[in-house]
Structure formats: C-alpha cells, structure tokens
C-alpha cells in the first residue's frame, strides 16, 4: 500500500510540477508579448494625438486665430492627463501659448527654454525639473509653401504611461493565475486518477500474483488487456510465471526420478545381499541358478546406478564444458548394428520388433563414436521404453533430406508408441523434463537422457528434432555434418 500511495503521489507530483512550468513559461511570455504590444500602441497613439494636435494648430494659425491653438492645447491637457504633462506652441516671433498639468514657475521655464529649441521635428526623452520621465515630440509647421509658421510640441509621461503598462499586466496576470490554478487543480485531481488507472492498478495485480507465486501457488495469470509497456510487463510475467510452474513440476519429477533411480537398485542390491548371506549361512543349499540370478540381478542394478550417476556427472561436464570427447573417422552402420543386437532379445522379449536401414551413399564421419553410440542407445532406449507391445522401432540413415542442404547425414529414430503432446516437443530436450500425461501410464525415467542427446549432437555441432503424433509414434531426427570436425572447428 506504501508503495502504492507514493507511486501515485510521484506521479501526481511530477505532472503538476511540469504542468507549472509549462503555464507559467506561457504566461511570462504572454506578459512579455503583451507589455511590449501596449507599449507599442502608446506610442502609435502619441504619434496620432501630435499629428492631429499639430495639423489643428495649423489650421487655426493659418487663419489668424490663436485663441483657438489656446484652447486646443488646455484640451489637451484636460483631455489626456495624466498621459500628457504639457503641450505647447510657439508662433515664428517667438510667442508661447502653453498649458501643463503643474502649476510651478521652474516648469515654466523649462518648457520655455525646450520649446524656442523645437525648429525641426524630434522627440526626446529626459527627466524633468519635477523628477518624472518625460518622453517629449516637437513638430514645426510651415505656411504659404513653406514659410515657418511655428512650433507644437507635447510631454508625454513615461512614469504615467509604464504605471498604465503594469496596472494592465497586472491585470492580465492576476486572471492568468486565476485560471492557472483551475487548470492545476483539475489536473492534480486528473493525474491521481490517471495515475491509478495507468500505474498503480496494474502494478497492485502484479504485487498480488509474486505474493501469491511467493506462496507456492503458480495458478495466476495477470489479465492486463494493453498493449503499451504495462501490457507488455503482465505478459512477460504471465509467462515467466508459466516458466516458473514448469521449472516447479521439473524439479518435483527430478525428486520423484532420483529417489525412484536410486532406491530401486539399492533395494535390489540390498534384497539380493540377504539373499547371498542367507545363502553362505547356510552352506549353499541353495541351487546355483538362484546364486546366479541373485549376482546378475545385483549386477544390472549396480550398472543402472553407475549409469545413472554417470549421466549426472556427464551432464555437469557438458554444462561446463569439460566434456572430453575423441574425434576419428568413422562409419556410422557399425555403431547402429551393434546397438540393435544389444536391444533384439529385450525387445524380442517384449514382443517388439527393431531393424535399421541405410539409404544412399554414406560417407565416414568424424566424430566421437562412443559419444554417438551414446546417443542412439539414448534414443532407442526411449523408443522401446514408449513402445507397447506389438510395436516397432527403426533406425533409419539418409545422406541428407530435401532442402536441409547436402553437408549433413541425418539418423531418424522411429517409433509407433504413445507420442508426445505437441505442446511439450520442444520441452522434452530439457533438463529432467518427463511428459505429464494421465491417458498413458509412463515408465519413470530420468528425464536426463534427451537432454545429454542434446548437448552431445551440439558437440558435435549438429542438430536434432523431434516430431510426434500422440498415440502414433514418435521420430526422432538428427543431422550430424559431413565434412570433418576438425574442419568445422576452424
Ligand atoms: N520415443 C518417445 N516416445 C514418447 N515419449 C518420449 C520418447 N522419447 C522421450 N519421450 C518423453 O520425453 C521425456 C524425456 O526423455 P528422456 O530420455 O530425457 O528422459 P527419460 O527417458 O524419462 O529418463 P532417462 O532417459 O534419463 O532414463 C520422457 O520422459 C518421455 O516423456
Ligand atoms: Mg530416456
């Protein structure tokens, strides 16, 4: 639950952090392109009021009416302030009409000492006598084609106008936070909601499957329907758990293999041992035919053990790769022939019938034959062991099969037993994996020999497959490399 509510508080956390970034860039600029904008503005106006002013003086000035240019310039004063300071105009013999928001002698002065300046069109900024920023425009104006008729200049203040200019940002910057916040707290609540949707659901599923599979119990399966990363993630651990469930009843039917592998021939050994001591105590009574069956029976057993331990170690040498094994040239046929006259009485005593058969030209390999024999024996010994009574096994030999290229040998291992689910083909080459199956009852095994078949043709740099019908048989098939291993090593 911890990590559940800090999962989504991060998420929360995370998406409104950037989420204030992002509208706070925004507003800065919006801030920044709108001051800029008004500023502008401004200034155009101020152009305009000049013109319009100037042009209306003009006019009056044209004909004789000064007390008009006296009124146009304290309307404009009383129109515009506190945008404009002062105006003003001087005529071509020096007389000044003039109005300003201040009423002070220094002021005065000042403004008449500027505007007897202003016989060309400028503007200009300074600070004035009374301390505020003043952005001043002059425009002289000419009469009859061209004869200097006089000068109107007006004093805009910079300090009213930036004062303007921040009062509507601030403004704009006020309902900007306003909404801001809005929109922030509609996110928080959305991203919490999303972020459990998204995140913390499926994340809680997979926490309550490992608790479960923590347990023992692999019967759980995420149904997590996406297909973004999350999907992907309870798929992945769907079949991990899969993965694991068959690792779990591998290693049961390891125990169940390895205690039956064990304790079968030691019981034996250990039955026939009474058996013999019985014997000696009492001086031989019994016949030597039971004597004999009693050695042979411990003898069999003793051989399972030893190939039981034999192919553990084996096993272990292959993983680490100190298998040794002894290239030379050799014939396959031989190794098959003596292979099937060690299985003929077994097989004839089960009422099973074993053949071979070489097609086309085969060349002498190099490989290890013992290894190889190893091998086949492995595979046979599967075939009659899954064979019911009736059936039959045979060992087939090809130079290669259509489409597998020409630079392979391929050894079939056929049988008409019980087959294998098809699902399960390609887990029987795994370490102590034994068919689960109620319909047919299995003779127990190890489930090592596939796994060493395995690791030995790969030695020996080949390949091998099974195919399989259930209930119809079972071919084993492998492609051993026709050109020299030695050859292939370099
Ligand atoms: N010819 C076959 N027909 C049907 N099933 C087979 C055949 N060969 C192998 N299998 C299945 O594959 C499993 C693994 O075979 P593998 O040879 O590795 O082990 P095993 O025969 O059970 O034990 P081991 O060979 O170690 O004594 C077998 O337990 C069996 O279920
Ligand atoms: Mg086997």
């Known amino acids: ?109 000042e403004f008449k000492r500027r505007i007897k300046n202003f016989s060309k069109e400028r503007s200009e900024s300074y600070v004035s006598y009374g301390g505020e920023q003043i952005y001043e425009m002059g425009t002289p104006f000419f009469i009859n084609g061209g004869q200097y008729a006089g000068t109107f200049i007006i004093g805009f203040s910079q300090t009213a106008m930036n004062k303007h200019v921040a009062t509507i940002v601030e403004d704009m910057i006020m309902e900007i936070r306003k909404v801001s916040l809005i929109v922030m707290t509609s996110f928080i609540v959305l991203a919490f909601f999303l972020g459990y949707f998204m995140f913390v659901k499926p994340l809680n599923l997979l926490i309550k499957a490992s608790e479960q599979i923590t347990e023992g119990n692999f019967n759980v399966e995420i149904s997590v329907k996406r297909h973004d990363e999350i999907g992907k993630l309870a798929q992945t651990f769907n079949n991990m758990v899969k993965r694991i469930e068959n690792l779990d009843s591998m290693k049961d039917s390891f125990v169940s293999s390895v205690s039956h592998e064990l304790r079968s021939p030691l019981s034996a050994i250990d039955g026939y041992c009474d058996l013999l001591i019985g014997c000696v105590e009492s001086n031989y009574e019994n016949s030597k035919e039971q ?56 097989v004839l005593q089960q009422e099973k019938t074993i053949g071979y058969e070489i097609s086309g030209e085969i060349p002498e390999l190099e490989i290890d034959s013992e290894r190889i024999k190893q091998v086949i024996t492995n595979l046979v010994s599967n075939a009659v062991k899954f064979t019911k009574k009736g059936g039959s096994i045979k060992i087939k030999v ?84 026709k050109k020299s291993y030695n050859d292939s090593e370099k």
Request: hydrophobic share 40%; net charge neutral.
């Open 1 to 109: 639950m911890n990590l559940s509510l800090s999962l989504r508080f991060k998420v929360t956390l995370a998406v409104s952090l950037l989420l204030a970034i992002v509208i706070f860039t925004i507003a800065y600029s919006v801030a920044v392109t709108q001051k800029n904008f008004l500023i502008r503005q401004i200034s155009d106006t101020r152009e305009r009021t000049l013109r319009s002013f100037s042009s209306m003086c003009n006019e009056a000035v044209k004909y004789g009416k000064e007390e008009q240019v006296e009124s146009a310039v304290n309307l404009l004063i009383s129109t515009y302030k506190p945008s404009v300071v002062y105006s003003g105009y001087i005529n071509a013999d020096g007389g000044i009409i003039y109005s300003s928001r201040y009423n002070d002698v220094n002021i005065d002065s």
């Open 398 to 481: 090809l130079p290669s099969s259509p489409g597998y290229g020409t630079d392979y040998i391929e050894v079939w291992v056929q049988d008409d037993g019980t087959g294998i689910p098809k699902q399960q083909v390609d887990l029987i080459f795994e370490k102590f994996y034994q068919v689960q199956e109620s319909e047919f009852k299995r003779p127990k095994g190890t489930g090592l020999g596939l796994t060493i078949v395995f690791e030995m043709i790969k030695i020996h740099k080949g390949y091998i497959w099974a195919e399989s019908d259930l209930g119809k048989g079972t071919t084993f098939k492998f492609a051993l490399p």
């Open 291 to 346: 004597l004999e069956k009693g050695l042979q029976i411990m003898k069999q057993a003793t051989v399972r053990l030893t190939n039981f331990i034999n192919n553990i170690l084996d096993l272990a040498k292959m993983k680490a790769n100190k298998l040794e094994i002894k290239i030379a040239p050799a014939e396959i046929e031989p190794i098959i022939q003596e292979i099937v006259a060690l299985y003929q009485p077994m």
